[in-house]
């Protein structure tokens, strides 16, 4: 025959059940995104297999568009603030011009969805697809390290594009740039030109064992000095793509000096290399003087490397920290100004770069 619960237990289930109650509505008001209706833009969400190296890529296709209804919230979670577009809405008339995004090791498609819809209200396609191999619950230290897979995304998503009956016709192919985070600005300047010295990022390595790039492979277990070097250190340049804009990219130190002099013009935005939080010295400071950038590099005061990333929302830091260690450093408060301050900051200069190398109108 079963007990009967004591009363005091009722009550203290009730007061738990009722707080948890209480804490879930708060959750779910506090992480709700809002849809922004001003000068919509819209979205494809596609998939292109390439057959040859057996990896699908799975993008988004944001675009200029003439509809104005059905808006609607994409990625909004409890952690990032998402962004608003128009799902399959019909394409602006006209040949517009093509720029295609890399995410940042371990990343994914959404994480430059802010910058996206900007660009696209700007009047160009912009597509961001996700690198199997290194991107969001798909990366590993093994898989990353394989660097020429990358560009050769890109030159791929490039190729489909221009072959998609529904996509290519809006198309301006005489007007291609690539912008790129962390991982993904090595990626933009790869094929903007860029070629990897193996035996650079092995001594950079030497020099900064404890920067979270180097760590990463070293948590992996990779020798470096296996890493296939034919591979490592080929050509990757598109001679489609004819700008790059890397936001605090990856290998800044590793690329050979004679690569960099036949870069096409290029676009660096990147914390000062001394910020504490920037996450280690990856020397983008340096960078910017081989490529003689003067004007066309921006160092950001307050910012570091996860700036770069959507939004962070109120409880994101102590969810990411309660999730995974170390988490928490995606949503680390900048420095001076809010997040949205030097994404505002980020698309003006990258707005103003491509409008003066004739991408943008």
Known sequence: MLKRIPTFLKRVFLIVASLLIVAAIVLSIVSRGIIDTSNPVGLIDASYVDEKRSRELNLYIWYPTDVTENIELFDDNIVFRGFSAIHDAPIAEGAHPLIVFSHGSGGNRTNQGWLAVELARQGAVVVAANHPGSTSRDSAPATNILTWNRPADISFLIDSLLDDPEVAPHIDPSRIAVVGHSLGGYTALAVGGAELSLDQFIDYCAQFPDNPDCAFYRSGNV??????????????????????????????????????????????????????????????????????????????????????????????????????????????????????????ITTLEIVNFLQAQEILT
């Open 223 to 344: 020798d470096l000095t296996q890493v296939d070097r034919e591979n490592f250190e080929r050509a990757n340049r598109d001679e489609r793509v004819l700008a790059v804009v890397a936001l605090d990219p990856a290998y800044a130190s590793s690329f050979t000096p004679e690569s960099l002099e036949a870069m096409v013009p290029t676009l660096l935005i990147a914390p000062p290399a001394s910020t504490e939080n920037s996450l280690g010295n990856l020397q983008v400071d340096s960078l910017a003087e081989e490529l003689t950038l003067e004007e066309q590099y921006v160092e950001m005061p307050g910012a570091y490397h996860f700036t770069y990333l959507p939004e962070c929302k109120v409880l994101g830091f102590y969810v990411l920290m309660a999730v995974e260690e170390g988490g928490e450093l995606l949503c680390w408060r900048e420095d001076g100004q809010s997040r949205a301050d030097y994404h505002d």
